[in-house]
């Protein structure tokens, strides 16, 4: 079942998200019957549900600022590289500001823009590529409003901090539960998350079963919390 919860306007950017793809659209018609499978009628009313949205087209959507929340509705925030260089010639001191998911292209872009050359090192595992890398770019999570390869335009969200992204999952869990079948890839999503987290903290653990994981981990942190875990240790 695909209603009008399937997807959120956005006003602060003027911005219509579709929840399951994780993506702002932009030809909402197009996007239904080419992704949602829908019936001419079904259509119909979620067009007319959003026919007084002003929708921008790609181009002329504003980036959030750096570093703000991430924004749920467009799924995890990913992993990516952001260039640390000044954008240089002429010795400029503006930030660069480049950033890719690919760290190819990003040595790729640091060799081009910058004129730093990296492949001298001779594998990415090597100690040496790796300080060197720290310094020519960092490591940061970002959401981009348009998945679509021309309109791609990564933005830097704020990093969860772990205990709040556990609690919020496990909120986000409940509801899920409570709410059934429509969110069960949300759940997913965030439970994969979760789980990884978790099997980087208890990774003897990582095979078991994800239950038990859940039950040890708020076992091990409530009785860390009382000192326990220091005197067993
Ligand atoms: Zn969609
Ligand atoms: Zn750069």
């Known amino acids: ?12 950017y003027s911005v219509l998200v579709c929840r399951k793809h994780g993506c702002a659209i932009y030809g909402l018609d197009e996007h239904l019957k080419r992704h949602h499978h829908m019936s001419a009628a079904e259509r119909r009313a979620l067009l007319a549900a959003y026919k007084d949205c002003n929708v921008l087209p790609p181009a002329e959507v504003t980036q959030p600022m750096p570093c703000s929340a991430p924004i749920d509705e467009l799924g995890p925030a990913q992993d990516a590289f952001l260039c640390s260089s000044s954008s240089g010639g002429g010795g400029g001191s503006a930030a660069c500001g480049f950033i890719s998911t690919s760290r190819a292209k990003m040595q790729q ?3 081009q823009q910058h004129h730093t050359k990296l492949t001298r090192w001779s594998s990415p595992t ?19 409003f348009f998945r679509k390869r021309r309109y791609i335009c990564y933005f830097i969200v704020q990093e969860e901090e772990q205990e709040e992204q556990q609690q919020g999952e496990e909120q986000g869990e409940q509801q899920g539960r409570e709410q059934g079948g429509q969110h069960e890839s949300e759940r997913q999503g965030g439970y994969q998350q979760r789980l990884a987290l978790l099997s980087s903290t208890l990774g003897a653990l990582k ?6 994981i859940d039950r040890m981990a708020a076992e091990a942190s409530a009785k860390d919390r009382t000192g326990w875990f220091k005197r067993t240790q």
């Not at 009008?4 to 602060?12: D, G, H, R, T, V």
């Open 1 to 12: 079942m695909q209603g009008e919860s399937a997807f959120a306007y956005i006003a602060l």
């Open 109 to 111: 872009h640091v060799n």
């Open 126 to 144: 090597a100690t040496l590529y790796r300080d060197h890398a720290a310094q020519l770019w960092r490591p940061v999570k970002v959401q981009t």
């Open 207 to 212: 095979r078991e079963d994800s239950k038990a």
